[in-house]
């Protein structure tokens, strides 16, 4: 029996870097990026071994990409410095044999700077590393509503900081992970990207619809403008959302791992963990 090859991954400790773990620990063997000894600690009870460092500083990319045979970049969401660490991710991944870089949905957005720094990352690797790079454009993730079911099952209002007709695709996090497993299976061809929607188009108001089904009590849908002190990075992408939504297209999803997790389930999973562990 040959070797497990092995995998790095940058973000390890955020909830895509462990739907992507939880998704490749099989067939990988993990180095994960942790930033500091609590992350460490986490990651190693999980299997992982584990770099402790900055993914913005040369000799910790160098120590753990040092004999991987792929890579999975994930750079935290807004991170201002992502345009500069994906440079030194090019740099240091240069003998990686396959590096998938988690994208988003529509990079080439420039009205969302966060969506705009992606798309230059990608042309950074692409004209570094083509056609070893594979761009993982990833929608919303349905789990990203769970603060706002858990407002929601206390006064019935699914409250959001943008129209609730505004129509966006999302993704549940098992199907990235799942993705990420089959994109780096040596049957896929790199040099590509790739749009993950489990759900092409659907608006808060729909979502509020099916929260009523699911919990047998009323659910409404509510826009109230995001807090002053929200950030303007993320206040403009609520502007954009408000204005254009985000949709795509399920076809790329279904290409790589079959039917995406249905969204009633996913919702169903999110009221089952608020609810907690029934006697």
């Not at 188009?201 to 995001?226: D, G, Y």
Request: hydrophobic share 35%.
């Amino acid at each position: 029996m040959g070797r497990m090859p092995t995998l790095a991954v940058t973000g390890a400790h955020g909830k895509t870097g462990q739907a992507v773990i939880t998704a490749c620990r099989e067939t990988w063997q993990i180095r994960a990026l942790a930033r500091n000894q609590r992350q460490a600690e986490s990651l190693r009870s999980s299997g992982c071994e584990v770099v402790i460092g900055d993914m913005a500083n040369s000799s910790t990319l160098s120590e753990l990409f040092k004999d991987t045979d792929a890579v999975y970049h994930i750079c935290p969401n807004f991170h201002p410095g992502e345009v500069e660490i994906g440079t030194l991710v090019a740099a240091k991944a240069d003998k990686v044999e396959r590096l998938l870089y988690h994208s988003v949905l529509h990079p080439q957005t420039q009205k969302m700077p966060h969506h705009w720094r992606k798309l230059l990352v990608e042309e950074i690797l692409l004209e570094a590393r083509s056609p070893r790079t594979t761009f993982v454009r990833s929608a919303p993730y349905v789990q990203n509503l769970k603060p706002y079911i858990e407002n929601a099952r206390g006064d019935g209002r699914l409250v959001l900081p943008y129209s609730v007709d505004a129509r966006t695709a999302m993704v549940d996090l098992l199907d990235v992970g799942r993705a990420a497993s089959a994109l780096l299976d040596s049957n896929f061809e790199s040099g590509s990207g790739w749009d993950l929607c489990g759900v092409a188009s659907i608006s808060h108001r729909e979502i509020a619809t099916l929260l009523t089904r699911l919990t047998l009590n009323t659910v409404s849908p509510h826009e109230e403008q995001a807090p002053n002190d929200t950030p303007l990075e993320v206040q403009k992408m609520f502007s954009y959302m408000n204005e254009y939504g985000l949709e795509g297209s399920t076809q790329q999803l279904r290409a790589l791992i079959g039917d995406p997790t249905p969204l009633e389930s996913t919702l169903q999973g999110l009221l089952s963990e608020l609810e907690g562990p029934t006697s």
